[in-house]
């Protein structure tokens, strides 16, 4: 299982001394950051090896959530609601594998940026719904003459019932496959 996320768990070990530094220095934390901050506080090490093994057991725990059942008359719409409070995290998943997984998922929202390549559409699909998912935000349906849109909606509503955790597990994964297909810059 590791080795499906084994270039993002390299990211993650590889952020934790800036994050460290520049919390030592008492300057301003960005949102990935504190992530990888709480990820270090979760994991209880700064070994790669042992950070990989880690998120490879809390991406394999992530991916065995349940689906949800999110309001299906509120699906296209701005009132759909996917926060944790209506979905929280199930007991079959640990909160610091949830916290490594998300900071994992920061990680791989920050690489996915630095491709060499851009990926083709349907691999930009598949991380458009993923991270939609995974940060908990629904789009809104598109209008009609929003070609655009209604792909990357169609995309996201395929995967409406996978929950937020799991959508991160499975952004990370596949950001994970695309670094290794494309390089980073």
């Given at each position: 299982m590791a080795d499906n996320v084994s270039t993002v768990a390299a990211d993650l070990a590889a952020a934790i001394p800036s994050a460290v530094s520049t919390q030592e220095q008492g300057l301003s934390l960005s949102e990935l950051q504190k992530s990888v901050l709480a990820a270090k506080a979760a994991l209880g090490t700064d070994d790669a090896g042992e950070i990989t093994k880690k998120l490879g057991e809390a991406v394999a725990a992530a991916l065995a959530l349940p689906d949800i059942q999110p309001d299906a008359d509120k699906i296209g719409s701005k009132d759909l609601d996917l926060s944790e409070s209506k979905f929280p995290l199930?007991?079959?998943?640990?909160?610091?594998?949830?916290?490594?997984?998300?900071?994992?998922?920061?990680?791989?929202?920050?690489?996915?940026?630095?491709?060499?390549?851009?990926?083709d559409n349907n691999e930009m699909l598949e991380v458009y719904a993923f991270g939609k998912q995974g940060l908990r935000t629904a789009p809104e349906k598109p209008g009609v003459f929003n070609i655009k849109g209604k792909y990357k909606f169609d995309a996201w509503a395929k995967i409406v019932n996978t929950h937020p955790v799991k959508a991160q597990a499975q952004y990370v994964q596949v950001v994970d496959k695309l670094i290794n297909k494309y390089g980073k810059q």
């Open positions: 199930p007991a079959s998943i640990s909160q610091e594998q949830a916290t490594i997984v998300y900071a994992a998922f920061k990680v791989a929202y920050d690489q996915i940026m630095k491709l060499k390549q851009e990926p």
